[in-house]
């Protein structure tokens, strides 16, 4: 038995919604091409009109929920998810051989990780993935890539608190409005926060990545490419 970390309330398990965990290499940013273990969690209300893992976005549903042995072995893009607790996901990324991990989602900090970033950071570098539309919570020795997102279907306002916490920030890109609205997130931030911007052309579409250079040239910010699908990896 141990407290909750909310409410103070006893309970028997503190469970995490998994929706799979795999080890493969980090696509996108400062780590691009290095070998990772990705744990995916389940649960997103922001709603991204252009979302590749939209299976990810329910939570709760009990006709979904798999065992964790089910939800290791998975291959495919599905929106079942196993309730796992911390020690069990420890346990699990530790057979693999990657020592990064990357918590993604979904939106991870939809649920409390603090406890899991603690512990996984015995073993490795720990670095997770938001949208920056909630309150980030995990150790200061955790990585964070934050990858705004503005005006989507969900309502969720960008957190000035989540951008200034960012080690990264990851903008994805599909039109001009974007870019433009990512200038407006940016317009009352510190300057230095230039250095740790990657914009990512939006399912690697010409037009987009066009757009990207261009700003980043601009801007003196840097370009990411999904190498991972170049890679033909998850």
Same mark, same amino acid.
């Given at each position: 038995?141990?407290?909750?970390?909310?409410?103070? =309330?006893?309970? +028997?398990?503190?469970?995490? /919604?998994?929706?799979?965990?795999?080890?493969?290499?980090?696509?996108?940013?400062?780590?691009?091409?290095?070998?990772?273990t990705?744990?995916?969690l389940?649960?997103?209300? =922001?709603?991204?009109?252009?979302c590749?893992?939209?299976?990810?976005?329910?939570?709760?549903?009990?006709?979904?929920?798999? &065992?964790?042995?089910?939800?290791?072995?998975? &291959?495919?893009?599905?929106p079942?998810?196993?309730?796992? @607790?911390?020690?069990e996901?420890?346990? *699990?990324?530790?057979?693999?051989?990657p020592?990064?991990?990357?918590?993604?989602?979904?939106?991870p900090?939809?649920?409390?990780?603090y406890?899991?970033?603690?512990?996984?950071? $015995?073993?490795?570098?720990?670095?997770? $993935?938001? @949208?920056?539309?909630?309150?980030?919570?995990?150790?200061?020795?955790?990585?964070?890539? *934050? @990858?705004?997102?503005?005006n989507?279907?969900?309502?969720?306002?960008?957190?000035? $608190?989540?951008?200034?916490?960012?080690?990264?920030? %990851?903008?994805?890109?599909? +039109?001009?409005?974007?870019?433009?609205?990512?200038l407006?997130l940016? /317009?009352?931030?510190?300057?230095?926060?230039?250095?740790?911007?990657?914009?990512?052309? =939006? /399912?690697?579409?010409? @037009?987009?990545? %066009?757009?990207?250079?261009?700003?980043?040239?601009?801007?003196?910010?840097?370009v990411?490419?999904?190498?991972?699908k170049?890679?033909?990896?998850?």
């Amino acid at each position: 038995m141990k407290k909750c970390r909310n409410c103070g =309330v006893l309970e +028997d398990a503190f469970l995490i /919604s998994v929706n799979e965990i795999f080890p493969t290499f980090q696509g996108e940013g400062t780590f691009t091409g290095c070998p990772a273990t990705f744990i995916r969690l389940q649960g997103c209300p =922001v709603g991204c009109h252009w979302c590749d893992t939209k299976h990810t976005w329910p939570n709760g549903k009990p006709s979904k929920r798999i &065992t964790t042995d089910q939800m290791i072995l998975k &291959t495919k893009d599905a929106p079942t998810f196993a309730e796992v @607790s911390e020690s069990e996901i420890v346990n *699990v990324v530790k057979e693999f051989n990657p020592t990064h991990f990357v918590i993604t989602g979904g939106e991870p900090f939809v649920q409390d990780i603090y406890e899991l970033v603690k512990q996984l950071g $015995e073993f490795g570098l720990v670095q997770i $993935e938001t @949208s920056g539309t909630h309150q980030i919570n995990v150790p200061d020795e955790a990585f964070v890539t *934050v @990858s705004p997102k503005i005006n989507m279907q969900g309502g969720y306002q960008v957190l000035k $608190e989540s951008i200034l916490r960012a080690d990264e920030i %990851k903008m994805p890109v599909a +039109d001009q409005a974007d870019l433009n609205n990512f200038l407006e997130l940016l /317009s009352d931030l510190p300057e230095l926060l230039k250095y740790k911007i990657w914009l990512t052309p =939006v /399912s690697q579409d010409n @037009s987009a990545t %066009k757009l990207c250079v261009q700003m980043a040239m601009k801007m003196n910010w840097r370009v990411s490419l999904q190498t991972h699908k170049f890679m033909n990896v998850r």
